[in-house]
Structure formats: structure tokens, C-alpha cells
């Protein structure tokens, strides 16, 4: 089955800190992958979502400039969360979408931990 | 505005039969998804609706109604390992995936 893999798994490091977060679909091609982020016991939110050699979409409320999107090769994007302060602990999902396939499920990452002191 | 309604919680008997109803408003539909996700863990594709009707994968069956845009998920056999929140997702003309909050699923002994 689809794979997506998502590293680091988790993350402490002291505020100011940028941080690199990846996601790599495995074993398909992904035009498009997604990225979520989830505080404790609510649901996913939706932050932007990643195209393969564009800009990436973001969601209303998000800062493109706190939350850096790349997304250079159809199996890899990156999420970088620039000058990261305490507000922005949560955990960080990717997931991915075979490219061509629009009306199949996504493909979740195991998902990030982001811990900032 | 689009929307998924679904329970906040629910509590089951292990052995049980469960069913989490999902409601959706959404602009247009491509599809409906239901997804588990346990604590502190990235959420598993369950199971995928685009036609009316059930569809059955081992202990676990989704049920979607286009004209009421509604579907429930069915546990049956219940295990401790359930115990989980189950999310709704919809897809709408847009293919964009509009969430539902999750339903977390208590299973007692």
C-alpha cells in the first residue's frame, strides 16, 4: 500500500529555533501533499497544501512566512516553522495524494511532535 | 458555509455493536471518507463511500445516503483496540477534504 514517511517524529528544541519537518510518499508520486496540524483532543486543521514545482495554498489564519512550504519533487515536501515559539507546539501532519488520483484517500504521515521551550 | 456533524463521544461494551452517524453540508461531493485515529497518532484510512449504500470490510462497514448527506460507521465485535476517535471527511467538487471534528469511541471491558 501507499506509504508516506515523516521526519522527525518529534521534535524539543528552545524557541526562536526554526525546524525542518519532511514528508516522502514512498512508493507513489504526489503532486499534491497536505499539511495539518492538531492542538491536544481537537480535530485536524488543515494549514496549506503543498504542490509539486508551485506555491503552496494556504489555509485563512495561517502566516506563509511563520509555515515555509516546499515542495521540489513529486515525492517530497517540506514544512519548516520559522523563529517557532511555544504557541507553536502541536502535532504536524502530511499526507499525500497519488498524483491523478484525486478521489482516493490521502495518506497520512505518522505525524510530528513539536515541542518548543 | 460547509460542515460534518458528528457525536463528540461515545462509550460501547466490548463484543459490542457500535454506529457513528456523520451529517455533512459541503459544496458538492467526490467522496466520503471515515479515518481512525488513535491518541497521539497520525489518523488510518478506514474506509471510502461515493455511491449510496454499504460498503462491508471485516468488522467494520460505512454507510452513505447522497440525498441526506449522511453515512455511519459500523464496529461490530468491539475490541479494546477500537477504542479510538473516528473521523469524517468529505470531499467536495473542489476535491478538497472538509473534516469533521471526530468522535471519539470509549470501549469498555
Same mark, same amino acid.
Given at each position: 500500500?501507499?506509504?508516506?514517511?515523516?521526519?522527525?517524529?518529534?521534535?524539543?528544541?528552545?524557541?526562536?529555533?526554526?525546524?525542518?519537518?519532511?514528508?516522502?510518499?514512498?512508493?507513489?508520486?504526489?503532486?499534491?501533499?497536505?499539511?495539518?496540524?492538531?492542538?491536544?483532543?481537537?480535530?485536524?486543521?488543515?494549514?496549506?497544501?503543498?504542490?509539486?514545482?508551485?506555491?503552496?495554498?494556504?489555509?485563512?489564519?495561517?502566516?506563509?512566512?511563520?509555515?515555509?512550504?516546499?515542495?521540489?519533487?513529486?515525492?517530497?515536501?517540506?514544512?519548516?516553522?520559522?523563529?517557532?515559539?511555544?504557541?507553536?507546539?502541536?502535532?504536524?501532519?502530511?499526507?499525500?495524494?497519488?498524483?491523478?488520483?484525486?478521489?482516493?484517500?490521502?495518506?497520512?504521515?505518522?505525524?510530528?511532535?513539536?515541542?518548543?521551550? | 458555509?460547509?460542515?460534518?456533524?458528528?457525536?463528540?463521544?461515545?462509550?460501547?461494551?466490548?463484543?459490542?455493536?457500535?454506529?457513528?452517524?456523520?451529517?455533512?453540508?459541503?459544496?458538492?461531493?467526490?467522496?466520503?471518507?471515515?479515518?481512525?485515529?488513535?491518541?497521539?497518532?497520525?489518523?488510518?484510512?478506514? $474506509? *471510502?463511500?461515493? /455511491?449510496?449504500? &454499504?460498503?462491508? !470490510?471485516?468488522?467494520? @462497514?460505512?454507510?452513505?445516503?447522497?440525498?441526506?448527506?449522511? $453515512? *455511519?460507521?459500523? /464496529?461490530?465485535? &468491539?475490541?479494546? !483496540?477500537?477504542?479510538? @476517535?473516528?473521523?469524517?471527511?468529505?470531499?467536495?467538487?473542489?476535491?478538497?477534504?472538509?473534516?469533521?471534528?471526530?468522535?471519539?469511541?470509549?470501549?469498555?471491558?
Amino acid at each position: 500500500g501507499a506509504v508516506v514517511s515523516q521526519h522527525p517524529s518529534r521534535v524539543i528544541c528552545k524557541s526562536g529555533t526554526s525546524v525542518k519537518i519532511e514528508c516522502r510518499s514512498l512508493d507513489f508520486q504526489a503532486t499534491t501533499m497536505f499539511w495539518y496540524r492538531q492542538f491536544p483532543k481537537q480535530s485536524l486543521m488543515l494549514m496549506a497544501t503543498s504542490n509539486e514545482g508551485s506555491k503552496a495554498t494556504y489555509e485563512q489564519g495561517v502566516e506563509k512566512d511563520k509555515f515555509l512550504i516546499n515542495h521540489a519533487s513529486l515525492t517530497l515536501s517540506t514544512l519548516t516553522v520559522t523563529s517557532a515559539h511555544p504557541e507553536d507546539s502541536s502535532f504536524y501532519i502530511c499526507s499525500a495524494r497519488e498524483s491523478g488520483r484525486e478521489g482516493q484517500p490521502q495518506h497520512f504521515g505518522d505525524g510530528t511532535r513539536l515541542s518548543i521551550l | 458555509g460547509q460542515n460534518i456533524d458528528q457525536p463528540t463521544e461515545m462509550t460501547a461494551t466490548e463484543g459490542a455493536i457500535v454506529q457513528i452517524n456523520c451529517t455533512y453540508q459541503t459544496s458538492g461531493f467526490n467522496g466520503l471518507f471515515w479515518y481512525q485515529q488513535h491518541a497521539g497518532e497520525a489518523p488510518t484510512f478506514l $474506509s *471510502y463511500n461515493v /455511491l449510496d449504500g &454499504l460498503e462491508e !470490510k471485516g468488522r467494520f @462497514s460505512s454507510f452513505l445516503s447522497r440525498s441526506k448527506g449522511y $453515512s *455511519y460507521l459500523l /464496529l461490530k465485535e &468491539l475490541q479494546m !483496540k477500537d477504542s479510538a @476517535s473516528y473521523l469524517c471527511a468529505v470531499k467536495n467538487s473542489n476535491y478538497q477534504l472538509i473534516w469533521g471534528a471526530g468522535t471519539k469511541l470509549i470501549i469498555k471491558p
